[in-house]
């Protein structure tokens, strides 16, 4: 009898990785996917060592390891050049946790991902966007736009934070829930040369001044860093993930030179030399209960930005993506020991696991989205005693050596 199929929607960061997961484990996956051909988008992402420990259990976290520089310390700057406080502790997690943090380009990383799919025989059909689902009581249907169908025993929803899985979840348990909503900040992020004045690697580096946050961090290859701009607006700026155009990049570049002329060095020099930036809003979405990452008739489930869905403030969206793989993947009981009993799978018994894996990771996401919000609300004020607050708060922060290394402990130790 053929294994149990596995429909996972969405080939970003978490559906290629849980499908690895899931083929080792004896079930059959196919990813399908919205875009028509995954390519050049986003900037970059920082990996830490939970999401690292998940992509070595693939042999993947070599991918960004032995490429890029680990990041070596973690410091805070006002606009002005004052130290406001920082932390070597990056320099000993590989050390501590068995993995360093690394900074990718979100493009390396999805396209290396997806070749690991389609080299293990995993399907990847690219073009592929999901409009409906239909479950029974012999398995699930995912149907695409263009009337395309799929089956399956289950389904998971790795489609990010617009997710129309999510939307068709939710549907089961009687609720419509609205578009993703606009926090009122934007990010710009880019790419540049690494000032000549950076003679070592500089760790992760934020920068705070009026009305706006820049952070930078090393990526492949060690010659370039990526940054990030995070302001407030009034204008929405749905995230296309796409590079600026040539025309679009000079006059962008111009703006952010007249509005970062008062910070220190190197920010002007890297706004000045940067080669990409994108531009996106920052969007959000109410958080679900766990009962609710799970399809009323139990064949569907959230996992990754589908379920929570984070600003970027902590960088965890695409390490908790990762923790969620690797919890649902040994969750799920082993169809190569004879653990499960095909077709098309007890219904209940999945349930009653998607329901586990929920009621596991709800708590834990729940509690990094709230902060992430909260950090970004912070890190972004305007007038000069907000500013003055917000970089006394943040040296004093650094001060509580304990709560830092508390802190960074709780994060990283998991999810194994
Ligand atoms: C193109 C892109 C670029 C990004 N760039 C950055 C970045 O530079 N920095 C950053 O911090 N975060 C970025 N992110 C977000 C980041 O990747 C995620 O927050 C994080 O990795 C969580 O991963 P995920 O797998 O849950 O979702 P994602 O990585 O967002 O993946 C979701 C996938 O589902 C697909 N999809 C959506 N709807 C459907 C549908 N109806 N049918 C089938 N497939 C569907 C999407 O095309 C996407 O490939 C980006 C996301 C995308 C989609």
């Known amino acids: 009898m053929p294994p149990p199929r596995v429909l996972i929607i969405g080939c970003g960061v978490a559906g290629p990785v849980v499908a690895l997961l899931l083929q080792r484990k004896g079930y059959s996956p196919i990813v399908l996917e919205k875009v028509r051909e995954l390519g050049d988008a986003g900037s970059s992402l920082m990996l830490m060592p939970n999401g690292l420990k998940v992509l070595s259990l693939l042999g993947l976290s070599s991918f960004a390891t032995e490429s890029t520089p680990h990041l070596a310390c973690l410091r805070d700057i006002s606009s002005d050049g004052t130290e406001l406080g920082g932390s070597k502790l990056p320099a000993i997690w590989k050390e501590r946790y068995g993995q360093p943090a690394c900074g990718v380009k979100r493009t390396a990383l999805n396209l290396a991902l997806k070749d690991r799919c389609l080299a293990a ?32 025993s289950f389904l998971i929803g790795c489609d990010g934070i617009r997710s129309m899985t999510r ?7 009687g609720i419509d829930e609205e ?19 950076w003679n070592s690697n500089p760790g992760m580096l934020n920068w705070y001044g009026p009305s706006a946050h820049f952070i930078t961090f090393p990526v492949f290859p060690s010659t370039t860093t990526s940054w990030a701009i995070t302001e407030r607006s009034s204008i929405e700026e749905v995230e296309t993930w796409q590079q600026m155009s040539p025309d679009q990049l000079a006059a962008y570049k111009k703006k952010l030179t007249e509005q970062f002329k008062g910070w220190c060095e190197p920010i002007p020099e890297l706004i000045k030399s940067a080669t990409r930036i994108i531009k996106y809003g920052l969007y959000d979405r109410p958080q679900l209960e766990p009962r609710q990452w799970v399809s009323e008739q139990g064949r569907c489930v959230l996992i990754g930005d589908a379920a929570h869905p984070t600003s970027p403030h902590l960088g965890q969206g695409a390490n908790q993506a990762l923790e969620d793989c690797y919890h649902l993947a040994k969750m799920l009981p082993n169809v190569e020991r004879g653990e499960v009993q095909h077709p098309s799978l007890n219904v209940q018994k999945l349930k009653l696991v998607l329901l586990e894996f929920a009621e596991k990771r709800q708590p834990r996401t729940a509690v990094l989205v709230k902060g992430a919000r909260a950090h970004g609300e912070k890190r972004v004020v305007d007038d000069e005693e907000a500013c003055q607050v917000r970089d006394e708060v943040l040296r004093s922060g650094w001060e509580d050596v304990e709560g830092v290394e508390a802190k960074w402990e709780g994060l990283l130790k998991e999810p194994f």
């Open 179 to 197: 578009e993703a909503t606009f926090t009122g900040l934007t990010q710009a992020a880019g790419t540049s040369a690494i000032p000549e004045s």
């Open 121 to 152: 025989g995993i399907p990847v059909l690219e073009g592929w966007n999901l409009q409906n689902i239909i479950e029974s009581g012999n398995g699930v249907t995912a149907i695409a736009k263009d009337g395309r169908k799929e089956e399956g």
């Open 167 to 173: 939307s068709l979840v939710l549907r089961t348990h």
